[in-house]
T-cell receptor, first 115, second 115 residues
Framework: GAGVSQSPSNKVTEKGKDVELRCDPISGHTALYWYRQSLGQGLEFLIYFQGNSAPDKSGLPSDRFSAERTGGSVSTLTIQRTQQEDSAVYLC?????????????FGPGTRLTVT | AQSVAQPEDQVNVAEGNPLTVKCTYSVSGNPYLFWYVQYPNRGLQFLLKYITGDNLVKGSYGFEAEFNKSQTSFHLKKPSALVSDSALYFCAVRGRGTAGNKLTFGGGTRVLVKP
């Protein structure tokens, strides 16, 4: 079946602009995660959604970052007033359930470059 | 808090030789442990996981990992490395129970297999 998809694959934006990154999880997966992969910083958890529960936003680095998940499926990560330090690859993942032994399946990522 | 350490930034090995990528973790209670591999410009691919039971876990592409509770380690191994195994490898841990929703990754180990 189809895996996790993300769009766009690449995004170049000017400092101060807002950007939206999209994630389509695997059908039937109730949990959705966003991570950021920066050069030299490894993988950083941002936010996760589980069904209709309140999202865990504990990893969001500032209030310029927000995410929503509509209808328990597609998710959008929004970064307002982008800064150069926001440049990174943003990875989305989904799993059948949050927690437990289920592995997460990752999308190919969106490479964000802030100029 | 949970954490993962991958002490080696890079591992170099000749093709046909055994490959080991080290991982140690810290988590409250019993862990779920995962290994992922990332090829250039690709998302993370799941390799294997430890849930419970047998300490030796077998996964995709001939990889295996050994869980050692007393040493809090989960080293990834492959008996005979291939050039195509050259990639970035991530170890990850998740606790169980209410705190078990967040996956924490190590910093990654780059594997270079030379022909």
């Amino acid at each position: 079946g189809a895996g996790v998809s993300q769009s766009p694959s690449n995004k170049v934006t000017e400092k101060g602009k807002d950007v939206e990154l999209r994630c389509d999880p695997i059908s039937g997966h109730t949990a959705l995660y966003w991570y950021r992969q920066s050069l030299g910083q490894g993988l950083e958890f941002l936010i996760y959604f589980q069904g209709n529960s309140a999202p865990d936003k504990s990893g969001l680095p500032s209030d310029r970052f927000s995410a929503e998940r509509t209808g328990g499926s597609v998710s959008t990560l929004t970064i307002q007033r982008t800064q150069q330090e926001d440049s990174a690859v943003y990875l989305c993942a989904s799993s059948i359930l949050a927690g437990g032994p289920d592995e997460q399946y990752f999308g190919p990522g969106t490479r964000l470059t802030v100029t | 808090a949970q954490s993962v350490a991958q002490p080696e930034d890079q591992v170099n090995v000749a093709e046909g030789n055994p490959l080991t990528v080290k991982c140690t973790y810290s988590v409250s209670g019993n862990p779920y442990l995962f290994w992922y591999v990332q090829y250039p410009n690709r998302g993370l691919q799941f390799l294997l996981k430890y849930i419970t039971g047998d300490n030796l876990v077998k996964g995709s592409y001939g990889f295996e990992a050994e869980f050692n509770k007393s040493q809090t380690s989960f080293h990834l191994k492959k008996p005979s490395a291939l050039v195509s195994d050259s990639a970035l490898y991530f170890c990850a841990v998740r606790g169980r129970g209410t705190a078990g929703n967040k996956l924490t990754f190590g910093g990654g180990t780059r594997v270079l297999v030379k022909p």
